[in-house]
T-cell receptor, first 113, second 110 residues
Framework: GAVVSQHPSRVICKSGTSVKIECRSLDFQATTMFWYRQFPKQSLMLMAT?????????EQGVEKDKFLINHASLTLSTLTVTSAHPEDSSFYIC?????????FGPGTRLTVL | QQPVQSPQAVILREGEDAVINCSSS?????VHWYRQKHGEAPVFLMI?????EQKGHEKISASFNEKKQQSSLYLTASQLSYSGTYFCGTANNAGNMLTFGGGTRLMVKP
């Protein structure tokens, strides 16, 4: 299957700082990538759809000014959590689609102190 | 709207079978099944695109009843490695924005 990577895998930051998470498609080009957030023992919740060369589409209730998404190339999408707070601590996962199948990156565990 | 998965949790002995169901209140274009181990990202199992479609992957198979807007995942002769949380993801068009069910925690004991 297709390979999607994420970096970093874990990050711990202080409250008020910003954190950038990268999502890369390694062996294919992705015009669309998806960003999910997962809290412990809960399901994956779609945050936004990242579109190469255009603005991301955010789901209802997701603050676009807080979760900045940039999809600058066909293989890279970034999610920046700005002014992070402890309640932003979560598991962030990106995915990309290849012929109807959605492949997930390994995830980034964010802990905000 | 989030699809509904049942059961929420199941405990099996090695070698036993299980069925996990996924139901949607909306018409579905596709159903995707994933397994997630603790602390890891979901791993793709299979996708069902056509009503009536059935697929198998070793001892794990699934069916898609388009009219009933539901899918079922069948785990046969379960192995210890089957333990994890199973999620169904549904899409109602070809854009592949998936909405995930609440998950089914499966534990296989020796």
């Amino acid at each position: 299957g297709a390979v999607v990577s994420q970096h970093p895998s874990r990050v711990i930051c202080k409250s008020g700082t910003s954190v950038k998470i990268e999502c890369r498609s390694l062996d294919f080009q992705a015009t669309t990538m998806f960003w999910y957030r997962q809290f412990p023992k809960q399901s994956l919740m779609l945050m936004a759809t990242s579109n190469e060369g255009s603005k991301a589409t955010y789901e209802q209730g997701v603050e676009k000014d807080k979760f900045l998404i940039n999809h600058a190339s066909l293989t890279l999408s970034t999610l920046t959590v700005t002014s992070a707070h402890p309640e932003d601590s979560s598991f962030y996962i990106c995915s990309a689609t290849v012929t109807d199948t959605q492949y997930f990156g390994p995830g980034t565990r964010l802990t905000v102190l | 709207q989030q699809p509904v998965q049942s059961p929420q949790a199941v405990i099996l002995r090695e070698g036993e079978d299980a069925v996990i169901n996924c139901s949607s209140s909306k018409a579905l274009y596709s159903v995707h099944w994933y397994r997630q181990k603790h602390g890891e990202a979901p791993v793709f199992l299979m996708i069902l695109l056509k009503g009536g479609e059935q697929k198998g992957h070793e001892k794990i198979s699934a069916s898609f009843n388009e009219k009933k807007q539901q899918s079922s995942l069948y785990l046969t002769a379960s192995q210890l490695s089957y333990s994890g949380t199973y999620f169904c993801g549904t899409a109602n068009n070809a854009g592949n924005m998936l909405t995930f069910g609440g998950g089914t925690r499966l534990m296989v004991k020796p």
